[in-house]
């Protein structure tokens, strides 16, 4: 089943259901503390949930985005 909802994975241990987020927005400046990036908005949870995961991640899990066409630059074999 392709359009089944997936399980996210957002950081610091926190997983929701692709089809409950409805916004995402990164976090900027002096708010981007202790790893924070993202800023999750989740059917259902009042507050947005904190995440350690960039707002791109994020969406390319979701399956709203194509993932990374080259492996990202700490992927890389270097030898």
């Known amino acids: 089943m392709a359009d089944a909802p997936r399980m996210v994975f957002l950081g610091f241990g926190k997983y929701v259901r692709s089809d409950r987020i409805f916004a995402v927005e990164p976090i900027r400046d002096e708010d981007r503390g202790s ?45």
Request: net charge neutral.
């Open 35 to 79: 790893g924070a990036r993202t800023r999750v908005w989740v059917e259902g949870i009042p507050e947005p949930v904190v995440a350690s995961r960039s707002e791109r991640a994020i969406l390319a899990e979701m399956g709203v985005l194509p993932p990374r066409a080259r492996a990202a630059p700490q992927d890389e074999n270097l030898f």
